[in-house]
């Protein structure tokens, strides 16, 4: 990590193992050298707005008290309330949430809607839980970070382990403490609370948008491209299924259970209906199964990884063989591994717009609940992609203008984004 993103953490973070945090400065120094005049405000970027961290204390369902470690993050809001998701894991970290948010502001400016960036989490394993301890969980976490959030401060929304009831009982713990029912502190709601349609779907969608833009222009057609997925959720289901019913071959998808392998190219309705049935993709039939190793090897037009931070290193970079890596997660790439898949000659989608679609609807949800009308899917749909594509398309020309990649391309129009908004709002006092 250069030095003068060293001096730029935080004393509770160690120089010598930043985490994800350390990525995020580093990926700031790069974009640096682009931003003009407004250089004099990068550290800004470099210093989360707000940090805080909570106790979560529970009673357990056998009566005994469990105290857990939750965070929200808000890294930036000149151009908007703080905006990003909740996650339950428990390898939960403050660097990682931090880094989270950050993306977060780079990512809402990168598609120009009117958010700042923020995160949260609990470090918490869900799966040895149940159902009414993970309520208690979310209820008191929300009191306990009630403070910082509401639909014109901060909007929280599902994240890794999270979904639309854990939103419901968000919104509920803070109407309860507020007196007021504001469905847009959260969004990813249910639909009888005032979700949005589409915004299960969005970020998926968002990365078959994107990826499709990145393959036009590298001359690759849809049909017939071989694409392989690390992830089967919402993101990497929703992206398997919409290459499939346009013509592409998944040939691969990885998951917690495994990975699955089909040259021909898998039946992905049965893939994510066996998925939906057995916790994952593994025994999946007639298809062959891979090491995680022989994943990343595969030769393949699109590889899309979509399911945690950090996954592309030093130690499997160079085993990569895809055209276009499109990042439908957070943070996979790491910054060394980023350079050495750009020196071997493949085309990298960052995730600031690749998986921006779930921000996008979001958005959607909080401008229709602040008017109480709502769209159909095919408006949502239609909207989506718009935004998506115009946000490609520009930064695709930033990177050929400044002769850069489109990660930096996508950071110097987010952060200069930011920094003017930082710097026409001026300091205060």
Not at 135 to 153: A, F, K, W
Not at 275 to 290: I, M, N, S, W
């Amino acid at each position: 990590m250069p030095e003068n993103s060293a001096q730029s953490l935080p004393s509770y973070l160690s120089p010598d193992n930043p985490g994800p945090w350390g990525n995020y400065l580093e990926q700031v120094d790069r974009v640096a050298p682009y931003l003009g005049s407004l250089a004099k405000w990068v550290e800004t970027l470099k210093r989360p707005h707000r940090t805080l961290i909570v106790d979560v204390p529970v009673e357990l369902d056998d009566g005994t008290i469990a105290h857990f470690e939750g965070y929200r993050v808000q890294h930036n809001i000149a151009r908007g309330p703080g905006k990003g998701g909740v996650r339950f894991h428990p390898q939960v970290t403050l660097s990682e949430v931090m880094a989270l948010s950050a993306w977060m502001s780079v990512k809402t400016a990168a598609v120009n809607v009117p958010f700042g960036g923020a995160k949260g989490g609990i470090r918490v394993d869900p799966h040895q839980h149940s159902p009414r301890e993970i309520e208690r969980i979310t209820r008191r976490y929300i009191n306990e970070i009630g403070m910082i959030i509401g639909p014109n401060t901060d909007i929280p929304a599902p994240d890794v382990n999270t979904n639309a009831q854990i939103m419901a009982w968000m919104m509920d713990t803070y109407a309860m403490n507020t007196g007021i029912t504001q469905p847009g502190v959260v969004t990813g709601k249910p639909i009888s609370l005032g979700g949005s349609l589409g915004r299960v779907e969005a970020t998926g969608r968002g990365v078959f948008v994107v990826a499709s833009e990145a393959m036009k222009d590298a001359g690759i057609e849809v049909s017939g491209a071989r694409v392989a997925i690390q992830g089967c959720g919402n993101v990497g289901g929703t992206a398997a299924q919409l290459f499939h019913e346009n013509g592409a071959k998944v040939i691969a998808i990885q998951d917690h259970t495994g990975v699955i392998y089909q040259d021909s190219g898998l039946d992905i309705p049965k893939v994510l209906a066996h998925a939906q049935e057995t916790g994952g993709v593994a025994d999946f039939t007639p298809a062959d199964t891979l090491t995680p190793e022989e994943f990343w090897a595969l030769e393949t037009e699109v590889l899309i990884p979509a399911a945690l931070e950090e996954q592309i290193t030093v130690d499997n970079a160079n085993q990569i063989r895809t055209k276009i890596l499109v990042e439908g997660a957070n943070g996979p790439t790491t910054p060394k591994a980023d350079d050495m898949l750009t020196d071997n000659g493949v085309i990298i989608v960052p995730d600031v717009i690749a998986n921006a679609g779930g921000v996008s609807v979001s958005y959607f949800e909080w401008v229709q609940n602040f008017s109480s009308f709502f769209w159909t899917i095919e408006e949502i749909n239609e909207r989506l992609e718009a935004i998506m594509r115009e946000a490609y398309r520009s930064i695709s020309a930033t990177a050929k203008e400044h002769k850069v990649s489109l990660r930096t391309a996508a950071f110097i129009t987010a952060c200069s984004r930011i920094l003017e908004a930082r710097e026409v709002r001026g300091l205060y006092p």
